[in-house]
């Protein structure tokens, strides 16, 4: 019966027409609770969220029938997840806690998995790896390679949140080898996806694109529909290197497609970041308030945070000005006691909006990101850095926090491996060389090699002054093939 559970991930069509079988013909409770929880597998993963739910009620009650403890916990586990996909956090979490504490053994470690996963989709991160630790160790990886490799995916996911990113790589690549060896085809593109993830908290947009663009393939290949949860992350890697169309239609294209209510408010969410960046600012924010009350009813203050986000920049691009700095100032210090990604740009926009005073502390708090690794989120905190020096009348330093940040932007730039992508990048660094500009005028030789500075910006090329020996031998190597093949 257990299999019957792996078809339902791993093989959908199969495990329906297995579990509708078992329904006509079983005598007893306990095979009827693996078939319901089998269709509801089936159904929630196809996006049909209220028959999945009726089909695990029944499963608790098949389950509860037959008095096996540990069979109605494992049931219990998928309801309690189920349930918080669908919006409905607080029973959902009340049936995962049940489910851990009637269980034992290896059932109470897969159900602390389902529950880790819940929190991390509420953004409790920290809680989430606690959970996932215990359930690791739970586990038998020899015993149970299946799970073993699922938890270690999950944890992945959850560790690459916190930033802690060579671990979860690692975790991934173990994970990928015991789904490949079971044959767990579905379960790989879950892996596929969260590579991707590892890529784009390195900065490396052309390789996160690569590795979401083959889990998109093998998705509809495999289940014959695009994937929710791949392409929120796959729409942020296109925004992140200006493919704003892109975005926009992979997002939409998604949205057509029946889902979890929770999977919904966050692809929402993205389309609304996604029209943002494509000047959509009054669509944008009917977006984001219709996700705000959403995210608010589901418990999920991480999601409500960047929905509060976008609608504060939504309502600055439409100079909707009233009750706006205040708006902006509370979510920017949200964000930055969270030291989210975020956190640098939401500061920024609130200095920008803020009085004197607090416009300096705000673009302090912002610099205090000079050191991310993504070199976008760097660029953002050296520009609020140069917009402090300059409101404060300091020039000293002022081009060499510019310069900072144009190296951050040229680094993202050099990780891409399309000129037209680069170009595109380069858009994030025309506030400092404005700037940079106006100071450099003073002074014949500071203003030449701004110049050059600029026009290198500009054309997307690499400045004359640069150093080339940072340039790695192969990728110059690349870039002259692509030359010859032009």
Same mark, same amino acid.
């Given at each position: 019966? =257990? ?16 579990? &509708? ?22 159904? +929630? ?185 791949l392409a929120e992350v ?24 029946p889902m979890a209510a ?13 029209? &943002? ?9 009917? =977006? ?9 009813? =589901? ?56 009085? =004197?005073?607090?416009?300096?502390? +705000? ?42 940040? &144009? ?7 050099? &990780? ?66 692509? +030359?010859?093949?032009?």
């Amino acid at each position: 019966m =257990q299999d019957l559970l792996e078809l339902a991930f791993d093989a959908p069509d199969v495990a329906r027409h297995k579990a &509708l079988a078992i329904l006509e013909q079983a005598e007893d409770s306990r095979s009827r609770s693996f078939a319901h929880q089998a269709l509801g597998i089936v159904h +929630r993963e196809a996006g049909d969220v209220d028959a999945a739910l009726a089909c695990l009620w029944a499963g608790v009650r098949e389950a509860s029938a037959s008095a096996d403890v540990e069979r109605t916990s494992d049931v219990r586990a998928t309801l309690g997840g189920t349930l918080v996909l669908a919006g409905q956090t607080g029973p959902g979490l009340d049936q995962l806690e049940q489910a851990v504490r009637q269980a034992s053994g290896t059932v109470e470690a897969t159900a602390r998995m389902r529950m880790a996963f819940a929190l991390n989709f509420l953004g409790r991160s920290a809680d989430a790896r606690s959970a996932m630790l215990t359930a690791l160790a739970a586990i038998d990886a020899v015993t149970d390679p299946i799970w073993y490799a699922r938890t270690l995916n999950n944890l992945a996911w959850v560790e690459l949140r916190l930033g802690l990113v060579d671990v979860a790589e690692s975790r991934l690549e173990t994970a990928e080898k015991v789904f490949r060896s079971e044959g767990a085809v579905l379960e790989v593109l879950d892996v596929l996806a969260n590579r991707g993830d590892i890529a784009e908290a390195r900065g490396d947009y052309p390789a996160a694109l690569g590795w979401y663009a083959a889990a998109g393939a093998a998705a509809m290949e495999t289940v014959g529909r695009p994937r929710p949860e791949l392409a929120e992350v796959w729409a942020a890697a296109y925004l992140a290197v200006g493919l704003v169309p892109e975005a926009v239609a992979l997002l939409e294209e998604v949205l057509a497609h029946p889902m979890a209510a929770g999977r919904q408010v966050d692809l929402r969410l993205a389309l609304a970041t996604a029209l &943002l960046t494509a000047g959509e600012a009054a669509a944008a924010l009917q =977006q984001a308030r219709t996700v705000q009350q959403a995210l608010g009813q =589901q418990g999920r203050d991480w999601g409500r945070l960047r929905a509060d986000l976008v609608a504060v920049r939504a309502r600055e691009a439409l100079r909707d000005h009233q009750g706006l700095a205040a708006a902006a100032d509370e979510v920017a210090r949200a964000l930055h006691e969270r030291r989210a990604e975020e956190a640098a740009l939401a500061l920024l926009l609130a200095g920008r909006l803020g009085e =004197q005073e607090k416009r300096l502390a +705000r673009w302090g708090d912002a610099a205090s990101y000079r050191a991310h690794p993504n070199g976008l989120v760097r660029a953002s905190a050296w520009t609020a850095c140069v917009l402090a020096r300059e409101q404060d009348g300091r020039r000293s330093g002022l081009l060499r926090a510019a310069s900072a940040g &144009l190296d951050a932007i040229d680094e993202h730039r050099r &990780l891409m491996g399309s000129s037209e992508l680069r170009a595109l990048a380069t858009t994030h660094g025309r506030e400092l060389t404005e700037i940079a500009l106006r100071h450099a005028a003073h002074d014949p030789r500071t203003l030449l090699r701004w110049s050059e500075r600029t026009r290198a910006t500009a054309l997307a090329q690499p400045p004359a002054t640069s150093d080339a020996a940072t340039i790695p031998a192969s990728l110059a190597a690349l870039r002259d093939n692509g +030359r010859r093949l032009a």
